[in-house]
């Protein structure tokens, strides 16, 4: 049987189970690639990313979405590493659209999958010790020496003896006359000056001085601002408004309706979203009205008893019969969740009879540019995409519906147009993280041993929402988006974000068996900070720490006897035990722990709470990480720290519920975020390693849910097996 994971997937458009892959080939990328749109006359550039201008300044453009997981200092870090040059020093530009940006697995300029390091480790080193090399060439050239006496330091280059050296700008326009090398070697590890070691953010004093800017930031003379109110029930259509005194309100330009909401479009945003509250519009609720929670949870309960799905794994011999002298059977289950990033969605586009330009912070540039293109009906270089620096996504803005309510709106009243949701918009608008369910079984012997692990797991599709996203690059001009609707059903039966991080299981078990149901009742879903990893991390990791102790064993050595000695999941839990005093916590403190790879990085972590009146208390989270090597030290701490507090609010917190067919949560007053009095000390520790990077973003989020449920069971006695945890 074959498996597909996400990112094969994303990279080959195709559908793969049963032993058959469908790939799907689609025309339009092909031919000569256009011309860098950061080119410059007079400027050095071996390559799309790195320029060094006549002013000294050495440009890297920044084709990942910065969006405060600090990517733009990692591939600063890399290119600084070769260029020989201190990382703050690089001038930092957001890359627009183009084909040499591309990742090399998505084949689009998507941010996302944690992948950012991963695979610019080697292509960001190559760029700066290819432009090292030219300067370096550039000064041989010029003063008719041998090209071993030029040394690279400090962003300039110097003769050996020192008594000549010239700065990187005053050497571009000798190097731009020179080829651009091929086959540069890299600087090996052991004289690496950055790689390890630079931890200062390439974007703090900007972000700190207010230079930074975001989507909000952005005005243009004549700007508009605009305000949508759309239907709360997912499904439903506008019948009609009334506009009059919305219209009459201070400020306000037009009232309208686009794509089924009323836009609202004044010279500000108060007095956009003041009229708007003005507005008295009849909606007629769609298919899913009436639809509510508990219904939908009792419709995977009932899939799960009745239907059979796709077997993704199935290792070992089934127990012979009569064999099986216990089972233990368990249901776990999660809610829908918000992304709820700090910022809320928001663009500015300005549509003219020549094109389209937009500014968003977005996770696919080209994605939006090929979107904006077919709404319309112009060719997509006649679309620019400014990329701005993002106040959190966490996979939202892979969904950019918000950029394109901007576009339609300025075409519409022919000027440029700022959109702005309120927190009330972002959370009952949202593609949510997929309310999901599993039954997990695990079969005894007479003798006491296990003998089998059976998990089946049902939720609906994030994967066929990811064709929308994809599609607008991948499909030619000619074809129409409408094939994507052919497409999704066939994605939706074999995404492998439904089982993602349950049938990658590592413990030996002599048979494991894992089956995924898609079942969708409507509710639009998307990708959210480690996908499908997020629940199905808590649903394995909760349901070994239950079979550990059926079989009284201590939790951590049910793990380490069942994982092989040369396990990375093994290596992170043992230096787990080591830094986190598993087994010895104070009186009062009680300990949970979890394991779980995603993205090619292992995360292990321990819980340590208290109970206070009766209800847990997290007073420390202790990482352990495998992902690689650490490019930028505290940056990854960073990023396991808010992992942490990103999980711990879902896990405490998180949770959508669906009334008559809409959200019934608006605001963090009923979808509360962890806050910083809550937010537990955070102890991050590192597996050494010389393997290349792997992801880092998403990894730290999985673990936390079963790790604190686990030490809650500790704790209590009591067994949580749905999200969020309550202890009542």
């Known amino acids: 049987m074959m498996n597909m994971n996400r990112r094969a997937f994303l990279r080959n458009v195709s559908i793969a189970g049963g032993g058959v892959m469908l790939g799907v080939t689609l025309g339009g990328c092909a031919g000569d690639a256009p011309p860098w749109p950061n080119r410059q006359a007079g400027v050095l550039q071996a390559d799309a990313f790195l320029q060094v201008r006549?002013?000294?300044?050495?440009?890297?453009?920044i084709h990942k979405a910065e969006m405060g997981q600090g990517v733009a200092t990692g591939l600063a870090t890399l290119v600084a590493e070769e260029l020989e040059i201190d990382p703050l020093r690089l001038q930092l530009e957001f890359a627009e659209p183009h084909p040499d940006y591309n990742d090399r697995e998505y084949r689009s300029m998507i941010t996302g999958g944690s992948a950012s390091m991963r695979n610019n480790f080697d292509g960001m080193r190559e760029a700066g010790a290819a432009l090292r090399e030219m300067l370096r060439q550039g000064a041989a050239a010029s003063w008719g020496v041998a090209l071993a006496d030029c040394v690279a330091r400090d962003g300039a280059v110097s003769l050996r003896d020192g008594s000549r050296s010239a700065s990187y700008g005053e050497l571009a326009a000798a190097a731009a006359k020179l080829p651009v090398p091929t086959g540069v070697a890299r600087k090996p590890p052991a004289e690496w000056r950055h790689i390890g070691k630079h931890d200062a953010r390439v974007d703090a004093v900007a972000k700190v001085d207010g230079s930074a800017q975001f989507a909000l930031d952005v005005s243009l003379p004549g700007m508009l601002t605009a305000v949508l109110v759309r239907c709360p029930h997912f499904g439903g259509t506008l019948e009609g408004f009334t506009a009059d005194k919305a219209q009459a309100a201070a400020g306000v330009r037009q009232v309208l309706e686009s794509n089924g909401a009323v836009a609202v479009i004044a010279q500000g945003y108060w007095e956009a979203r003041s009229a708007a509250a003005l507005l008295e519009i009849e909606w007629d609720k769609g298919p899913l009205a009436g639809l509510d929670s508990e219904a939908i949870t009792a419709g995977q309960r009932r899939v799960l008893a009745e239907e059979t799905g796709r077997v993704v794994r199935e290792d070992g011999e089934e127990p012979a019969a009569g064999t099986v002298a216990r089972s233990l059977?368990?249901?776990?289950?999660?809610?829908?969740?918000?992304?709820?990033?700090?910022?809320?969605?928001?663009?500015?586009?300005?549509v003219t009879a020549s094109g389209a330009e937009v500014w968003a912070g977005n996770q696919a540039p080209d994605v939006l540019q090929g979107l904006v293109a077919r709404l319309l009906e112009i060719e997509p270089q006649n679309v620019r995409v400014h990329s701005t620096y993002i106040g959190g996504a966490f996979g939202r803005r892979t969904y950019m519906e918000f950029a394109l309510e901007a576009v339609a709106l300025s075409r519409a009243v022919g000027a440029p147009v700022k959109v702005i949701w309120s927190r009330e918009d972002d959370t009952r608008h949202d593609h949510y993280r997929p309310a999901a369910m599993a039954s997990m079984r695990a079969d005894f012997g007479d003798d006491g041993k296990l003998l089998g692990w059976d998990a089946r797991v049902v939720a609906p599709s994030v994967m066929n929402t990811m064709v929308g996203v994809m599609l607008p690059v991948m499909l030619p001009r000619w074809a129409p988006l409408g094939v994507g609707s052919v497409i999704e059903p066939l994605v939706a039966r074999y995404d492998p974000t439904l089982t993602e991080g349950v049938d990658s299981i590592p413990y030996t078990m002599p048979r494991v068996r894992v089956e995924g149901l898609v079942w969708d009742p409507g509710i639009p879903v998307g990708v959210w900070r480690s996908v499908g990893h997020s629940q199905n991390a808590f649903f394995s990791e909760g349901f070994v720490d239950e079979v550990a102790h059926a079989l009284g064993e201590d939790p951590v050595r049910f793990r380490l006897s069942r994982l092989p000695a040369d396990s990375r999941v093994r290596g992170a839990l043992e230096l787990l035990v080591a830094k986190g005093g598993w087994g010895s916590a104070p009186a009062g403190i009680y300990q949970g722990i979890a394991v779980h790879e995603s993205f090619g990085t292992v995360v292990a972590e321990q819980v340590d709470i208290a109970l206070e009146n009766g209800a847990p208390v997290v007073r420390?989270?202790?990482?352990?990480?495998?992902?690689?090597?650490?490019?930028?030290?505290?940056?990854?701490?960073?990023?396991?720290?808010?992992?942490?507090?990103?999980?711990?609010?879902?896990a405490l917190h998180g949770e959508i519920t669906i009334r008559d067919g809409a959200v019934v949560q608006g605001n963090f007053d009923d979808f509360p975020l962890v806050r910083i009095d809550a937010s537990p000390e955070v102890e991050v520790h590192f597996v050494a390693t010389d393997r290349p990077p792997s992801g880092i973003g998403e990894p730290g989020v999985p673990p936390l849910a079963p790790a604190l449920a686990n030490a809650i069971f500790a704790a209590t006695g009591k067994r949580l097996r749905e999200l969020p945890l309550r202890v009542s």
């Open 54 to 61: 006549p002013d000294g300044s050495v440009v890297l453009a």
């Open 329 to 350: 059977s368990a249901e776990y289950r999660v809610p829908y969740v918000a992304h709820a990033a700090l910022e809320p969605m928001n663009a500015v586009a300005s």
């Open 620 to 650: 420390r989270v202790v990482c352990a990480v495998d992902c690689g090597v650490v490019i930028n030290p505290d940056v990854v701490r960073m990023q396991l720290e808010s992992a942490v507090v990103f999980a711990l609010s879902a």
